[in-house]
């Protein structure tokens, strides 16, 4: 363990002489650091040595089916103290199942490979009691991927597994078909016992004579909602965050946050997910698997006070475009009017940070790959992607567009009974079509969004994604 002591007067690249290196007898599973605390996990069942005599004290039996886990006080750490042995103090009963640790804020958290959630709260003082672990209940049955901890507040990302569609009963139907707006279809549904099985199967014509859906867009909008869960494996993620939230940064309502509350996140496309995460004293900062980056607004400011100008007009409707396109076939006459007085709006919540960042004033592009958040700034890890070509984006979307249409349709190669357009209706959403029935739409070349082949996207407009 590298310790760099800070010297007041001394320039950052002169503190390599404050450095202190310090061994540990052990080989270390994981290392994480707050302010005021280090995390050490160790690898192997065996207690470090200096602090053994502490453990034949308390009368404390070495532990074979838990981690050895150890609190190292660093609060106004000394070099002649480092390995002081009053420094350290161990936590028992941590499973070796142990996959992701924080530390932060006065707790420890643990999340374990079963999902399963611990935290330990750090005594402020001394104590001969051991320190061990408790279960959250707050994320009992919830699968908790990871942890994360800023000064004083706290926050975690979910990522449960779909129940195959096959198993659903018919009030996990009416559930899934309230969600995606087909609430006239919720009372014949429970009268007819719609089972998953049906539905995983389910045609046009079962659509007409079992459900009584006429419409041509709405079956077609039921059915794509249909392939979509088919080919799920894992649920949308979920935030929760709790803690300190003086500045509304963590995108809820009040000052303090006592319990894991579910936060909104931003509109992220089909299989996009939170990859990073950083808390500071007034901003949550999230990036994602396709490199887009996200603030938390404060929620504590008026919106235009928050953010102001056409840049920020024009970010917020085209969030209030997409929020409407996600909805698919809700209309806005009632459910804006809910939304206007329960709070602030999901796209409220969140200011997109990414095109800052991506690409610079001189065409250098950059790919996004971790954030991190302090007290007064934020810092970005990116990797440099190349120089942009001043293009004029729109036709050469548009032509790759047609490239990829004349390929699926001339290249005797390709199996067109492979393909699946996926479009934007101006009222549902995004649609999805095989490729021959959309042959016989009229849908304009602009509203195509991406394609599929068995079920994986190889083009996509908004992710410049081209595999075909």
């Known amino acids: 363990v590298h310790v760099i002591f800070f010297v007041e007067g001394v320039d950052t690249h002169n503190l390599a002489e404050e450095l202190l290196t310090v061994t540990l007898q052990h080989p270390v599973k994981e290392f994480v650091v707050s302010y005021q605390h280090a995390l050490l996990i ?22 074979t089916n838990s981690l050895p886990t150890y609190l190292w006080n660093i609060t106004e ?36 490979s079963d999902h399963s959630t611990l935290r330990v709260t750090i005594p402020l003082n001394p104590t001969p009691e051991p320190i061990r672990p408790e279960p959250i209940k707050e994320f009992e049955g919830k699968h908790i991927q990871k942890i994360y901890t800023g000064f004083n507040s706290f926050a975690a990302v979910e990522k449960e597994e779909v129940d195959s569609i096959h198993n ?19 009372n014949i549904l429970t009268y007819e016992k719609v089972t998953g099985k049906e539905l995983a199967s389910a045609q046009r014509r079962y659509l007409i004579d079992t459900l009584g859906m006429y419409r041509e867009d709405l079956q077609t909008k039921f059915l794509t909602e249909i392939n979509r869960y088919l080919q799920k494996t894992y649920k949308p993620q979920a935030l929760y965050a709790w803690g ?21 996140l931003p509109f992220l496309d089909e299989q996009e997910e939170v990859a990073d995460l950083s808390l500071g004293p007034t901003a949550m900062i999230i990036l994602t698997t396709k490199g887009r980056l996200f603030m938390t607004r404060d929620q ?23 929020r409407l396109s996600q909805k698919g076939g809700e209309t806005k006459g009632k459910s804006t009017q809910k939304e206007k007085t329960s709070g602030p709006k999901e796209y409220e919540r969140w200011i997109d940070l990414t095109q800052h960042f991506v690409t610079l004033t001189d065409r250098r592009r950059y790919k996004l790959v971790g954030v991190t958040c302090s007290v007064d700034y934020f810092g970005i890890l990116a990797s440099f992607q190349g120089i ?7 036709k050469e979307r548009a032509r790759d567009m047609e490239q990829v249409l004349d390929r699926i ?6 199996d067109q009974r492979k393909f699946v357009v996926g479009y934007e209706d101006r009222f549902l959403g995004i649609l999805e079509l095989s490729y021959a029935d959309f042959q016989e739409t009229e849908v304009p070349m602009h509203r195509i969004q991406y394609f599929k082949r068995d079920g994986i996207i190889v083009w996509d407009r908004v992710n410049r994604i081209n595999n075909i």
């Open 168 to 186: 659903w009963n018919t009030a996990q139907i009416v559930d899934w078909a309230k969600e995606n707006g087909f609430f006239e279809y919720e």
């Open 42 to 63: 160790f690898d192997q069942c065996d207690p470090v040595e200096h602090i053994l005599y502490r453990e034949q004290q308390t009368g404390l039996s070495q532990q």
């Open 244 to 264: 300190g939230n003086k500045s509304g940064q963590l995108g809820l309502i009040g000052h303090n946050v006592g319990k894991p509350t579910k936060v909104d």
């Open 300 to 322: 504590t400011k008026p919106k235009s006070e928050a953010k102001s100008g056409a840049q920020g007009k024009e970010a917020e409707g085209a969030n209030e475009r997409k």
């Open 388 to 394: 942009s070509e001043a293009k004029d984006k729109s």
């Open 77 to 112: 750490l000394e070099p002649e103290f480092v390995n002081q042995p009053g420094r350290f103090a161990r936590i028992f009963d941590v499973p070796k199942n142990v996959e992701k640790s924080a530390i932060g804020g006065g707790h420890v958290y643990f999340v374990t």
């Open 409 to 414: 349709r001339w290249d005797p190669n390709i």
